[in-house]
């Protein structure tokens, strides 16, 4: 009885130690801070469909003006519908190509803020003389998705266009107890339209150097359920198949009981 005792004791400690083993993330940071390489920083490259916001400013407005078109948008008020200017965004095509006012086709997927807006300023060197215009550009629709074993699931947009992996989760509540945290799957389309799926292990502190840390615009994460919540919902569809099973037999008992009765 001892030895029953014992070992059954002995087996639950082995289990409950690796159930924790799969919840902690980065549990092995010694190799972020012994890895030998400075990391580059990370800095988001424009893709096809992405909405940008370009804004030209110079000294004198009026030699920016026809670079910064508006369109009329509706604001409802609690009196009236009103329309106010805003600036014009601009869709990237399949080419990584815009259209821009007075430059023409542009050329922009690929590169980053910074290479777009030093090619802009140097385009408009030929129409704004004696000064360096100020360019910027915003990515307006830059967007991640989290869906799966999270507290909360959805598209979430990333104000400035920089993201990992661990504040993805964080935006969705976190991972639940039932999310498998060392096989996470990373959904990713390039700009040649080529999608991957890529596994994530963040127990393991290295998914710090992967290069798939951060994520890009529209990509989507998705964190599977572990094996005690499949079960779990096995046993709640089985329950369910028999209550109602259960149900019919007991209307079905009871019709024949007030046919013979009667």
């Not at 991640?144 to 920089?162: A, C, H, M, Q, W």
């Not at 994460?221 to 572990?226: A, C, F, M």
Request: charged share 20%; net charge neutral; hydrophobic share 40%.
């Amino acid at each position: 009885m001892k030895q029953f005792l014992f070992l059954f004791l002995t087996t639950l400690i082995l289990a409950g130690c690796t159930s924790y083993k799969n919840v902690p993330y980065l549990q092995n940071p010694q190799i972020v801070n012994d890895f030998p390489e400075d990391l580059p920083l990370y800095d988001a490259k424009i893709m096809p469909k992405d909405l940008l916001t370009i804004t030209v400013n110079a000294t004198d407005p009026l030699t920016a003006a026809p670079f910064n078109l508006t369109v009329q948008t509706s604001l409802n008020t609690s009196i009236s519908t009103v329309s106010q200017p805003t600036l014009q965004q601009y869709l990237v095509d399949n080419e990584g190509m815009i259209d821009f006012p007075v430059l023409g086709r542009l050329h922009v997927g690929g590169c980053t803020k910074r290479e777009a807006e030093q090619m802009i300023q140097e385009r408009l060197k030929a129409y704004i003389v004696n000064e360096q215009p100020i360019v910027t550009v915003r990515m307006a629709n830059y967007k991640i998705s989290v869906l799966g074993e999270v507290n909360r699931p959805g598209s979430f947009t990333v104000s400035n266009e920089k993201v990992n992996v661990l504040e993805a989760l964080a935006m969705a509540g976190d991972m639940t107890i039932y999310g498998v945290r060392d096989d996470v799957k990373l959904i990713r389309e390039d700009a040649e339209g080529k999608r991957e799926i890529i596994n994530l292990n963040l127990t393991n502190a290295g998914i710090v150097t992967s290069p798939y840390y951060y994520l890009k615009q529209n990509d989507i994460i998705y964190v599977k359920p572990n094996k005690v919540k499949a079960k779990n919902s096995d046993i709640g569809n089985t329950t369910s198949l028999w209550l109602n099973m259960t149900s019919i037999l007991v209307s079905i008992a009871s019709l024949m009981a007030t046919i013979f009765i009667k």
